[in-house]
């Protein structure tokens, strides 16, 4: 019986482990080792790491917390989650685990636009975090490919990282004041459908034939959680601008009582120091709750 259960080893598992570990309980972390900017070759945004590759950051980060005694590590991915009578049971690897806790810190999986070539340059040279990556383009020609109308405050932000091509798609198409608002932006409007993305960078390939190459194109995705877990535990969900998280309270706690939940998977959106300040205080709130439960 460990005291908490999380599952995800990334930025924000990472962080709520490392206040539980440092609590002295015994918890156990099932990771699949597959995190959502696993694409991107460097990581931004994050005091002391700003510009380190990711998988540097976590690595270093599951080091230090291996060094605590009462953590154990699982490379795993972990199918189904369930209540007990005791707390709560997870089964990984053709093995049950129990805890009186659990963590959810899976994190999202992306759902990108169906055009080609842009699959192979997510995390390269199209983003979906301006803050993330937009620097690096060094105020070069950037693209803000449509998706919805959603995609009209990519458009208006990005501005300042370079200049802006708003490529509509044929998917949404602007009223006469959010218009006005790029025009005041000095984003241009692209009306013409995109065919293909090709080059090293992005290279736009027009339906009339045209190609505008680009630094940089940023477009949102359609996110979901990457595990079922929070469905089988039955927590309630919020629909965010780009799909589902599980909603939680200011303390991280899900609405089933001892399941917490942070990073990507419980927030609209997300960046590295969001998910570890998330995992933070998901974990320290886990310490209370089984603090103030033998109380």
Not at 107 to 133: A, Q, T
Not at 260 to 276: F, P, S
Request: a negative charge.
């Amino acid at each position: 019986m460990f005291d908490a259960i999380i599952i995800g080893g990334s930025y924000a598992g990472l962080s709520a482990a490392l206040q539980l570990a440092r609590a002295r309980q015994k918890i156990l972390v099932i990771d699949n080792e597959q995190p959502r900017n696993r694409f991107a070759t460097h990581s931004h945004g994050f005091i002391t790491h700003d510009g380190r590759p990711p998988r540097e950051i976590s690595h270093e980060a599951r080091l230090q917390l291996m060094r605590y005694p009462t953590v154990l590590w699982i490379d795993a991915y972990a199918q189904q989650a369930s209540k007990t009578e005791r707390g709560f049971a997870v089964e990984a690897a053709g093995q049950v685990y129990e805890a009186r806790r659990i963590v959810l810190a899976m994190g999202v999986s992306d759902g990108l636009p169906k055009i080609e070539g842009l699959e192979e340059r997510w995390g390269r040279s199209v983003f979906h975090c301006p803050y993330c990556h937009g620097y690096e383009l060094e105020q070069g020609r950037i693209g803000v490919l449509a998706v919805s109308a959603l995609s009209m405050h990519h458009a208006l932000m990005l501005p300042d990282w370079g200049q802006t091509t708003f490529f509509l798609n044929e998917v949404f198409e602007p009223d006469a004041g959010q218009i006005a608002q790029l025009e005041r932006r000095g984003v241009t409007i692209e009306r013409s459908r995109v065919l293909r993305i090709s080059g090293e960078r992005a290279d736009m390939h027009l339906w009339d034939g045209r190609i505008l190459p680009l630094d940089g194109l940023f477009t949102a995705t359609a996110t979901k959680p990457s595990s079922p877990l929070a469905e089988q535990l039955g927590c309630a969900f919020d629909e965010g601008p780009m799909g589902p998280f599980i909603r939680t309270n200011d303390m991280k706690e899900t609405s089933v009582p001892g399941v917490m939940a942070c990073g990507d998977v419980a927030r609209a959106a997300g960046t590295v120091a969001w998910a570890v300040g998330d995992g933070a205080m998901a974990g320290a709130a886990t310490h209370r709750s089984l603090m103030f439960a033998d109380l």
